[in-house]
């Protein structure tokens, strides 16, 4: 029995989560891709060209997920890692353009009066980019380490979810609960190490913690709306 758990958790669990990411992440903003993106209900609000590029952007680096995880199951390894470094031009890429397209939304939600907490929501994505981008380096930094790269890797997908969970048609997770997605996921991750192994990996001891605690102090900032913030807020915003 152990024997068939570790060949499942070892030979399938990425790709099957890989998977799963891309399923939510659809899933989710099938729900308001055609009236906030394709075909907005006044022409007038016509989006801006760059959520356009962090659509597509956003999309395509689920799809590389995917192919990583298949060329590591097939035991293509020297291709997954001819091709991860242009992964790391696009996940720099997703950095720049999710920051740029968070603050450029936040403005035009503004300036169209979309949404009342347009300002103090501008947490979420930015707290989104700063964890990626952290997650996303010491993944390359251990690229050369199997176990601790591919938890990273998986680590900073599932905090990609956050934006699909959160346009989920439940209330749980559209009303300010879309955290609680992300950490399932982590959960599942967790589980399959101690069904595995029968032990929790030190990415999951250290950076999972790291990771709730960032989440509050940002939901924090964002339900609150402490005046520090606000400030940093505007002043970004300008």
Not at 143 to 161: D, G, S
């Amino acid at each position: 029995m152990q024997t068939r758990q570790a060949r499942f958790g070892g030979q399938y669990f990425y790709l099957g989560m890989s998977l799963v990411i891309t399923a939510i992440v659809i899933y989710g903003f099938s729900h308001t891709v055609n009236g906030n993106l394709f075909h907005p209900v006044h022409p007038s609000l016509a989006r801006p060209w760059i959520l356009w590029l962090h659509g597509s952007l956003f999309f395509g680096w689920l799809l590389f997920f995917i192919l990583q995880s298949i060329l590591v199951r097939t035991h293509n390894v020297r291709v997954h890692r001819t091709l991860g470094w242009f992964g790391v031009a696009m996940g720099i890429a997703i950095v720049i353009v999710g920051t740029g397209t968070a603050i450029t939304m936040t403005r035009y939600n503004i300036l169209h009066q979309r949404f009342s907490d347009a300002t103090q929501f501008l947490a979420i994505p930015l707290s989104d980019m700063a964890i990626f981008a952290i997650l996303f380096s010491l993944a390359i930094y251990w690229r050369k380490k199997p176990e601790y790269h591919r938890r990273l890797m998986l680590i900073t997908c599932c905090c990609l979810t956050d934006a699909g969970f959160g346009r989920f048609p439940f209330s749980a997770f559209s009303d300010h609960w879309f955290y609680a997605g992300v950490d399932f996921l982590l959960v599942m991750a967790i589980a399959r190490d101690l069904l595995v192994t029968r032990t929790v990996h030190p990415v999951y001891r250290y950076a999972v913690p790291a990771l709730v605690a960032v989440q509050i102090i940002t939901m924090y900032a964002y339900l609150a709306a402490p005046p520090r913030w606000m400030e940093m807020a505007n002043a970004i915003l300008r």
